[in-house]
């Protein structure tokens, strides 16, 4: 995922750490590639930017999850 368009989303990593509820080193860990986004965060922006940016994009390990089977 390209992080650098949900800041330019949010205008700058201070509001969108503060956005996500997040410190902006967190972002910038995101950006520089040190650090992936957690599940809840990625949720988080899903819902404040009302589904422009997937959660499961955000963070691929929501990707993994699969439904259990029906027996």
């Known amino acids: 995922m390209n992080y650098q368009l949900l800041v330019d989303y949010f205008g700058s990593q201070v509001e969108t750490a503060r956005q996500l509820g997040v410190k902006q080193p967190s972002?910038?860990?995101?950006l520089s590639g040190r650090s992936k986004m957690g599940?809840?965060?990625?949720?988080?922006a899903e819902y404040i930017?009302?589904?422009k940016f997937k959660a499961n994009e955000l963070c691929p390990d929501l990707?993994?999850?699969k439904p259990?089977?029906?027996n």
């Not at 972002?27 to 995101?30: G, M, S």
């Not at 599940?39 to 988080?44: I, K, N």
């Open 39 to 44: 599940a809840v965060v990625a949720m988080r």
């Open 49 to 51: 930017t009302k589904g």
């Open 68 to 70: 259990p089977s029906a």
């Open 27 to 30: 972002v910038h860990a995101w």
């Open 63 to 65: 990707g993994k999850i």
